[in-house]
């Protein structure tokens, strides 16, 4: 499916207090980035990336990193699928995915310089989905999520370094939100940016909250920004 559309809604009605401690199930417990931004890894191990290596453009989705894989055509939108709920550890379903894995774990080494995978648990919750092809030979991004409470929480996101500046993060981020929407009860999704991506998720319609004050029990690399995106607005009690 081709890449969808969403409105830009703020995401609190009324600003936040200046030293507000956001609840821990609201925070991403590492971090988030954005794509084609410029920097060594230093500054972006630690958020939701795209990857691949550049400076920011207007097109570009996330942050990008260096990569020594050869370079593969990239599919079309209208070819991308989805593998969702990827089991990171195994037992695989086929060796398609298990070797879909394999580059995830890959791509987040060059984006993180960690294993991102590694939280993907039933205890933590975190869900892993991977963008591929229509043969599901050739990754096109990760993105590592979980539905808590009423909002869904977005942990990792990377795109591999060949494929930067074609709209697939833009096109992981608004169809994870899409199907976010359709369950009932969720209502708004975070994340933790890092600044050079703020306004790529402002593009997206995510709105910052520079004066909220993360807390150490959030687990949150320093200077972050935290951002929400509103899906539906709750319903008024009468």
Known sequence: SGAMSFGAGAVHAEPLPAEVSLPRELLLRKCVSDPGTAGPMTEMSSTVVDIGAGSMNKDAELQVAPSTREAVAAPSHQDLEWVRDAPAHGPFPDMRVAALVRQARRLSDEAFDEDALREVTRKSGWKLSLLTDRDHKVLCGFIISKIKGDALSIYKIAVPAAFRGRGFGRYIMED???????????????????????????????????????????????????????????????
Do not use: H, N, W
């Open 176 to 238: 994870t939100m899409k199907a976010a929407k359709k369950q009932s009860g969720v209502y708004d999704v975070c994340l933790s940016s890092l600044p050079t991506a703020v306004s790529f998720y402002q593009r997206l319609g995510f709105k910052a909250f520079r004066q909220v004050k993360i807390t150490s029990d959030a687990e949150l690399v320093e200077g972050q920004v935290y951002m929400e995106k509103r899906l539906r607005f709750r319903a008024r009690r009468r």
